[in-house]
């Protein structure tokens, strides 16, 4: 049975650092991997999908990596800024037309 | 761009009571879903439904869930005598066709039960 888990749990670093989410999964034989973006109350917006045969993607200050045969994917943040803070979740799922796994998240503050 | 819409944005039902939480997925999308997430845990599967048919469902989708696409727009999911522990935030999602596969998520129904 697929398992997603994140840490830390949550993390609070002052503007302008750059940080690392992490995620790993227990089974290797994945589709793709998504992160996500949660603001308090609100929906999950889509941030960065790997797919399976991918190693990273990128898009703005964030990029996203995959190590697949290792169950690893971290997410990278360059220059965060306030407006950064939120909980980052990330997901999995194994097959085309299947679930999405989701680990329980890391919440991040980022400090003025 | 085309984005999930849910409605409401919240409910507020007491226990025992029937609830129909309707989403509204990407047009051109054909492969539909419902999460829940209970306040601080896990974003967590219900069900997925492809081709007017169930294709997957988790254990928590017992007997007092269903789902249907009652015309060519709508996805609604309906729980039939809510308890306490239905509380939660309901999520609707769609996924692309082609290409990615990617999931969409819509803003989500808060679903309090009294």
């Known amino acids: 049975k697929q398992e997603v888990t994140q840490i830390p749990a949550a993390l609070s670093v002052p503007e302008g650092e750059n940080l690392v989410l992490n995620c790993s999964f227990t089974d290797s034989a994945i589709y793709n991997l998504q992160w996500f973006r949660q603001d308090p109350g609100k929906g999950l917006t889509s941030l960065l999908l790997i797919q399976s045969s991918q190693r990273e993607q990128t898009s703005g200050r964030l990029n996203a990596s995959l190590d697949k045969s290792s169950g690893r994917s971290t997410l990278y943040i360059a220059a965060s800024q306030p407006g950064d803070s939120a909980t980052y979740l990330c997901a999995v799922k194994s097959t085309v037309g299947g679930k999405l796994i989701f680990g329980q998240g890391t919440e991040l503050s980022v400090k003025p | 761009e085309p984005e999930v819409t849910q409605t409401p944005s919240h409910q507020v039902t007491q226990m025992g009571q029937e609830v129909i939480l309707r989403c509204v997925p990407i047009s051109n999308h054909l492969y539909f879903y419902w999460y829940r997430q209970i306040l601080g845990q896990k974003v967590e599967f219900l069900v997925s439904?492809?081709?007017?048919?169930?294709?997957?469902k988790s254990e928590i989708f017992d007997d007092q869930f269903s789902v249907e696409r009652p015309d060519g727009s709508n996805f609604t999911l309906k729980i039939r005598s809510t308890k306490l522990e239905d509380s939660a935030m309901y999520f609707c999602a769609s996924r692309t066709p082609s290409g990615s596969y990617e999931q969409y998520f819509g803003p989500g129904t808060r679903l309090t039960v009294t």
């Open positions: 439904f492809y081709n007017n048919e169930i294709s997957e």
